[in-house]
């Protein structure tokens, strides 16, 4: 790979990173230990990139509780696998934070998303971005 190449991907990724959108994640099932393989919607607010769902228990949640590390695979324009770590965000203000635009976006009660909903940070190898 040359280096022009490397450059012209890493813009890439890092547009694809900036608009938010369908995504798919690998998760290791918390039972299983097989790879579960999802698609899901992701969100850059404020430069980070955030996965949350509606409210209620999540498999996919549950599984990265167990192992947070996952492979975050853009599918729509750019393809990437691209490995990752999950945050897991529990503090209060932060929920509400983040979870903010994305329940107005989606039309749920922000109480009803802070308390309720599965709520992580991705954070990416180094050089991902």
Do not use: C
Request: hydrophobic share 40%; proline share 5%.
């Amino acid at each position: 790979m040359t280096v022009e190449t490397r450059r012209v991907f890493d813009v890439g990724v890092a547009s694809a990173l900036d608009r938010g959108g369908l995504v798919e994640i690998t998760t290791r099932g918390r039972h299983s230990g097989q790879l579960r393989r999802l698609p899901i919607v992701f969100h850059n607010i404020d430069g980070r990139i955030y996965i949350s769902g509606r409210p209620g228990k999540r498999d996919w949640y549950a599984n990265l509780v167990e192992d947070p590390h996952f492979t975050f695979h853009l599918v729509r324009g750019v393809v990437a696998d691209l490995p990752a770590t999950a945050r897991l965000i529990t503090d209060v203000a932060e929920r509400e934070r983040v979870l903010t635009p994305i329940a107005q976006g989606w039309g749920y009660g922000l109480e009803l998303m802070v308390t309720r909903s599965p709520l992580v940070e991705v954070e990416f190898a180094p050089g991902v971005r």
